[in-house]
């Protein structure tokens, strides 16, 4: 999945000559954390997040910083090291920018110019969407041996079954070395015939009383 298929667009952007006071208006009136900063030729040249500005508003139980002033402009706090990504750039890339650099969003860049943006909750939802959690029917977990035609051979029985499968997702299986655990989401409230079709033709099911083990 492309990043310009999940990013927001278009962004809306402040200059880092506006002020804090400008930035959390704009955050508390389009519900939204991050704000990328921009120069006069829309080049990105920096960010500030809700949590930069909390980090510097001065307690109200502290004496320090007395003449500090909300209307100080935003280049005072943001910051200018900003990871940013393109609009053709795979999706399951740009997370593990957000895992290694635990950060709340990722500016999106066309030649410089910024034209969108992607945050942690773009990235929940498009998770959602690939497991096809949202769709009503039910999972199943199978533990395969990590094999060419695994997928193939699982997908044969649904066939059979007239059973869609709605999305597949494929993990590491920690605990036992050359095996994989598939997770079917499949279009069946009920997916007992299912199972038991899967486990006569010699898959291993995992029910969830053996999930864990």
Known sequence: MLVERIMTSPVRTLT????????????????????????????????????????????VLSDDDPDFTL???????????????????????????????????IPVLRNGKIVGIITQK?????????????????????????RTGVIYDIGRVFKELNIKIVSISVY????????????LRVQAMNPRKAIDTLKDRGFTVLEPSQMGQ
């Open 71 to 105: 209307k100080v402009p935003i280049s005072r706090i943001m910051r200018k090291r900003v990871t940013y990504c393109h609009p053709l750039d795979f999706v399951e890339e740009i997370a593990l920018d957000f895992y290694h650099y635990a950060i709340g969003a």
């Open 122 to 146: 773009d990235m929940l939802n498009t998770y959602l969407e690939l497991t096809g959690i949202t769709e009503p029917g039910s999972m199943i977990e199978v533990e395969v041996e990590d």
């Open 172 to 183: 590491r299986n920690k605990e036992k070395k050359g095996f994989k655990t598939i997770v």
């Open 16 to 59: 880092p000559e506006h002020t804090i006071e400008d930035a959390l208006n704009m955050m508390s009136t389009y519900s939204f954390r991050h704000i990328p900063l921009v120069d006069d030729e829309e080049n990105l040249v920096g960010i500030v997040s809700d949590r930069d500005i909390k980090l510097t508003l001065p307690s």
